[in-house]
């Protein structure tokens, strides 16, 4: 059989003739593109790049101010609190006969920068929930738990349950005089709900005395079981917001289309 001629390259694959030297500003060396051939070699094998397209680069409304970022703010707060804490975990004992107490007094005297990292934790917790209330009341007076965004509001308020969870819970594990008798005051707050109150006071303290069951039940809750649940509520909260996009100020007015104006003039 005849060899029939290869057909040609397309443009896009032809390697580009060599740049003189006195043009090459370093940008076309071999080592400045292996940044981008990586990218491109991850992208090409997981279109993430559309993905990342799709969620950050969108229109805004006018108006879009910076009371907006309190939501961004308040997931910085939530991510700071889940790096903080990681290494908070990795001396902590949930032991309430005095390990529990004697491994955070290790952390804030003698680890290096423990205490820096203890102190971040703890005033990062009370940040978070200032910021979540902040930016709950910038969603309310905005209205943006109008349609079609009322899910995301729904989803909020759980997060909000989730992160005074967070608080609650936390509150206990240095377990020193007053995280015991505050902690105590709040199960039995929690006893008095109606219906499930009397339920749930029994579920967190793991039984009818406060004690070790009690603690690692706490910890469990508060570094495993209400992390997890935030960070993925949080997914579902952002896909919201980007299919949805965000709320215009309430005082911004929509613009008129041309053929109105001209028709009123
Ligand atoms: C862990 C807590 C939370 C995080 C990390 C978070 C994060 C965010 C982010 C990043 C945005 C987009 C930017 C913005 O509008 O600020 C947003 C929007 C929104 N959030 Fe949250 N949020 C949280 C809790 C809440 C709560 C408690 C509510 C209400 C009960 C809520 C309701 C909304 C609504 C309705 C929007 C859409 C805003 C709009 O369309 O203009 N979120 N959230």
Same mark, same amino acid.
């Given at each position: 059989m005849p060899k029939l001629p290869a057909p040609p390259l397309p443009a896009a694959l032809k390697e580009p003739p060599p740049r003189p030297r006195e043009q090459d %500003?370093?940008? /076309? /060396?071999p080592a400045a593109a292996a940044g981008i051939n990586v990218v491109d070699w991850v992208d090409e094998r997981t279109s993430l790049s559309g993905g990342a397209r799709w969620m950050m680069y969108r229109k805004v409304p006018k !108006?879009? $101010?910076? =009371? #907006?970022t309190l939501g961004s703010a308040t997931m910085f707060a939530f991510l700071s609190q889940a790096v903080t804490g990681v290494f908070l975990a990795m001396y #902590?004992? +949930? %032991? +309430?006969? !005095?390990g529990a107490y004697e491994s955070i007094r290790y952390v804030t $005297? %003698?680890? =290096?920068l423990g205490q820096f990292v203890r102190g971040m934790h703890k005033w990062g917790s009370s940040v978070m929930v200032i910021l979540v209330f902040l930016h709950m009341g910038r969603t309310f007076f905005f209205g943006a738990y109008k349609y079609p965004r009322e899910l995301n509001w729904v989803i909020g308020v759980v997060l909000l349950i989730l992160t005074m969870t967070m608080s609650f819970t936390g509150y *206990? *594990? +240095? =377990? %020193?005089q007053r995280a015991y008798w505050a902690t105590i005051v709040g199960v039995n707050i929690n006893g008095t !709900? +109606? *219906? *499930?109150g009397p339920y749930l006071s029994d579920f967190l303290r793991g039984g009818s005395e406060f004690g070790a069951t009690t603690l690692s039940r706490f910890y469990a809750i508060h570094m495993l079981l209400v992390p997890g649940a935030i960070a993925a509520l949080l997914g579902a909260h952002l896909y919201l917001v980007a299919k949805l996009g965000t709320t215009a100020p309430p005082w911004q007015k929509a613009e008129k289309r041309a053929e109105l104006r001209e028709a009123e003039a």
């Open positions: %500003d370093g940008a /076309h /060396h !108006g879009t $101010n910076w =009371f #907006y #902590y004992r +949930p %032991d +309430p006969a !005095g $005297n %003698d680890v =290096f *206990l *594990l +240095p =377990f %020193d !709900g +109606p *219906l *499930l």
